[in-house]
T-cell receptor
Framework: DSGVTQTPKHLITATGQRVTLRCSPR?????VYWYQQSLDQGLQFLIH???????AKGNILERFSAQQFPDLHSELNLSSLELGDSALYFC?????????????FGQGTRLTVV | DAKTTQPNSMESNEEEPVHLPCNHS???????IHWYRQLPSQGPEYVIH???SNVNNRMASLAIAEDRKSSTLILHRATLRDAAVYYC?????????????FGPGTRLSVLP
């Protein structure tokens, strides 16, 4: 158990819908990272938050948004869903900005868009 | 961004040592070398990291070349449970905006 909790574990929804994925980092961890893993794409970095502030953006679509709340949990919002958004979504947390620390990953949310 | 190059796949026999190479010729002086692995159907898992000196922990050893342009992750006795994709990542302030980006990694197969 990494200490990072992602909910829900599985989500099935229809095209055009909007979903919210939640990540609770390890206690005290200030950094949260989000990743998308499709079968043919590997792990794609989406976004990084540190202590409530956005620090870096990767290949995140405009239909996707994220935020980190004062209690440090984070949510990834996916809207106008398309079939291609079906993937595993992982979040990771680390206690600082992560250069000299390890990061801990959750077990992921499997999103299926039908 | 500083990038890494790893072989697509490697094979090892169970209970033998495994040396997983990583080239990072454009590494900057402040980049840390991190290794993560991803077992099937799981999230990535931290393995080890270092800056200049070789590092050991309960999972593996990390050997860093003197010029830091390459490194090797060493699994001392491979088990079937070590079959995974291994990622070598550079993390530093030069590429802070994209400092936790995964490449394709090396898929390690362990044969019984």
């Amino acid at each position: 158990d990494s200490g990072v909790t992602q909910t829900p574990k599985h989500l099935i929804t229809a095209t055009g819908q909007r979903v919210t994925l939640r990540c609770s980092p390890r206690s005290g961890d200030l950094s949260v990272y989000w990743y998308q893993q499709s079968l043919d794409q590997g792990l794609q970095f989406l976004i990084h938050y540190y202590n409530g502030e956005e620090r870096a953006k990767g290949n995140i679509l405009e239909r996707f948004s994220a935020q980190q709340f004062p209690d440090l949990h984070s949510e990834l919002n996916l809207s106008s869903l398309e079939l291609g958004d079906s993937a595993l979504y992982f979040c990771a947390s680390s206690e600082r900005d992560g250069m000299n620390t390890e990061a801990f990953f959750g077990q992921g949310t499997r999103l299926t868009v039908v | 961004d500083a990038k890494t190059t790893q072989p697509n796949s490697m094979e090892s026999n169970e209970e033998e040592p495994v040396h997983l190479p990583c080239n990072h010729s454009t590494i900057s002086g402040t980049d840390y070398i991190h290794w993560y692995r991803q077992l099937p159907s799981q999230g990535p898992e931290y393995v080890i990291h270092g800056l200049t000196s070789n590092v050991n922990n309960r999972m593996a050893s990390l050997a860093i070349a003197e010029d830091r342009k390459s490194s090797t992750l060493i699994l001392h006795r491979a088990t079937l449970r070590d079959a995974a994709v291994y990622y070598c990542i550079l993390r530093g302030y030069n590429n802070y905006g994209q400092n936790f980006v995964f490449g394709p990694g090396t898929r390690l197969s362990v044969l019984p």
